[in-house]
């Protein structure tokens, strides 16, 4: 039988250029001089490459990071403390070194779910009292389910984040005009905004998955929160901010909903987004 052929090269198109991510800052600029054309192994296209330009900006990124969920931090306190550390050298330190370690992502920005999320062990929330809206009095200002392990894991955060920026001659967000802070005033350089999955269950309308009951799971599909619960709503949020805020955390920001346009698959979870006064 005759040799198999040898499968040709994928040609390259020589009109696109390729810079590739350099490690070591320095190195940058000399490779952005010279640039090298690399071919991407697509099985589809064997002739695709990847054209990454870096003269050219067209948005700015206000940093990188993770969430803080009640996972994370019952894993994070599961450790030794040896082992914590690592895990925070390896999120908050500084890249490259800087602040004389190994070398960390350098994370900036950190998510909290406000009130439980499809990463907690059992769904909560910090008011459950039917219609103790809109001033909402058996709110928990403690917020003592976060005070046990998130919290704890933000603030640890939070200072080995400082520690990076002080050692690494950076704030972390001087062009943000809040000279790094996760809110006004905090002194963070790790900014820090809440996502809820879900108000209380009795702010919003059965239907979807629920038919006939408020769950924190699932609601109505076009309209999940309860068109005369918008203000104790938004007065939880403030009420969560505000609480979080005597601990210690600061938040830069807030979103209206996890995933707002995942569609069908988030609307059986809240819809907060729609007709709110958040």
Not at 48 to 69: H, P, S, W
Not at 80 to 104: K, M, W
Not at 113 to 139: E, K, M, R, T, W
């Amino acid at each position: 039988a005759p040799p198999l052929a040898t499968p040709a090269p994928p040609s390259v198109d020589h009109r696109t250029r390729v810079v590739p991510a350099i490690a070591n800052p320095p190195r940058a600029a000399a490779a952005a001089a010279n640039p090298v054309p690399i071919v991407v192994n697509v099985v589809a296209n064997p002739r695709t490459t990847l054209e990454i330009d870096t003269t050219t900006t067209y948005q700015t990124i206000e940093g990188f990071g993770g969430a803080f969920t009640e996972a994370a931090a019952l894993n994070f306190h599961s450790l030794n403390v040896s082992d914590q550390n690592l895990v925070l050298d390896a999120y908050f330190g500084a890249p490259f070194g800087g602040d004389g370690g190994e070398g960390g992502h350098g994370y900036q920005l950190g998510r909290i779910p406000i009130n439980s999320c499809d990463f907690s062990p059992a769904q909560f929330s910090y008011d459950d009292v039917p219609n103790d809206g809109p001033a909402l009095p058996h709110f928990d200002h403690t917020v003592a389910h976060d005070a046990k392990y998130v919290i704890p894991f933000v603030l640890r955060a939070q200072a080995r984040a400082a520690r990076a920026a002080a050692q690494h001659g950076g704030d972390g967000g001087e062009e943000s005009g809040d000279g790094g802070n996760g809110g006004e005033g905090s002194g963070n350089v790790l900014r820090l905004f809440g996502s809820p999955w879900s108000p209380p269950a009795w702010m919003k309308n059965p239907g979807g998955n629920r038919p006939n009951s408020t769950s924190m799971s699932g609601s109505d599909f076009k309209q999940g929160l309860a068109t005369d619960q918008q203000e104790a709503w938004a007065n939880y949020l403030s009420d969560w901010v505000s609480a979080f805020q005597k601990h210690g955390v600061n938040m830069w920001g807030i979103t209206v909903q996890n995933e707002a346009g995942n569609g069908e698959v988030e609307a059986r979870r809240v819809h907060t987004y729609a007709n709110s006064s958040v």
